[in-house]
């Protein structure tokens, strides 16, 4: 049980931090967390340490845990790492014979549905599990932790501006065609379009995030 809501606490706390909801330095306590969430400290305690060993938070002593401030380059570190092994991942599942994806179509119909209904929050839980079992599906366990550890340290600022929600709104049809060429074996096209699908979220959190500089700048000024 305490696992169940261990997983609940941190999909929670992450998509405020990834979105920017949570700005750099803001404190999560645990009995406070605890408290709002209505759940034991044991869970949230558990799902803090792992955020922050993620990168995403750091511990205070008898504060609780802080937001760090998330850079350019370790935006572009992980824009890289993320395209060098989710385009692999797509490659090996290409290349895989037989595969039965018909359980990715009913998340893809996810995020299309979190799309249609505005729901930013849906559509960050509804994309990471989509392409968790994408990259899965490939067959390579170790592979597919490192690419949602990669995933999972990286902010979407960004996600709720106009680009960005335009930009969700486009990757639904690509989530469908992925699918589309990962099932006829299309080596050559899954890879070109992977790597767009990654790259063109770039330039869109890489602007919210000098923003956020900038606006924290201002404060300290």
Known sequence: ???NLREQVLQHVRAEI????????????VPALADDLGVSTTPVREALLELSRNGLIEPV???GFRVLEPTLEELSELFEVRE????????????RA???LGGLNRLADDVRDAVRADDVRGYLEADRRFHHAFIAAAGNALLTNMAMA????????????RAGLERQAASVAEHYKLIELAMAGNVRSIKVLLKEHIRTWEPIFAEAIQKSGRKTLRRSS
């Open 84 to 95: 060098l092994l989710e385009v692999r991942a797509a490659e090996l599942l290409a290349r």
């Open 98 to 100: 037989p595969k039965d």
């Open 1 to 3: 049980m305490d696992q």
């Open 61 to 63: 002593r008898n504060r």
């Open 18 to 29: 990834i979105s920017g909801q949570s700005a750099p330095g803001t404190m999560y306590s």
């Open 150 to 161: 990669a995933r999972d340290k990286m902010r979407l600022y960004g996600i709720s501006s």
